[in-house]
């Protein structure tokens, strides 16, 4: 599977993104997708993840009920919808899957990474 993430830019605090992650390969749907981000000098850190089916998805703190991650297992891509975003949201944006939806950083594959740089 190859991961081609997208989607990042420049916005103001209070703005919204969304990224994609296109998927190649026929297995897409088996997977479970994950964003992680990690902020210049700091860790990457968990963002969302959602079941191979998009029936469960799960968050982290940080950015529940501002972020919306969603899939279409038809066009191989995941979504992860931005609203209210912070300057604290800054960072390099991975998408990434798995055979299992899990919040450490053990994915089977990883995407390029994509800026998202909100400005206060």
């Known amino acids: 599977v190859q991961l081609q993430a997208s989607g990042g830019g420049l916005v103001q605090a209070g703005g919204s993104l969304r990224l994609s992650c296109a998927a190649s390969?026929?297995?897409?749907?088996?997977?479970?997708m994950a964003w992680f981000r990690q902020a210049p000098g700091k860790e990457r850190e968990f963002v969302a993840a959602?079941?191979?089916?998009?029936?469960?998805?799960h968050y982290a703190v940080s950015v529940k009920g501002r972020f919306t991650l969603s899939r279409d297992n038809a066009k191989n891509t995941v979504y992860l919808q931005m609203n209210s975003l912070k300057p604290e949201d800054t960072a390099v944006y991975y998408c990434?899957?798995?055979?299992?939806?899990?919040?450490?950083?053990?994915?089977?594959?990883w995407g390029q990474g994509t800026l998202v740089t909100v400005s206060s």
């Open positions: 390969g026929r297995t897409f749907s088996s997977y479970a």
């Open positions: 959602i079941t191979w089916s998009g029936g469960n998805s």
């Open positions: 990434a899957a798995g055979r299992v939806l899990r919040v450490d950083g053990h994915y089977d594959y």
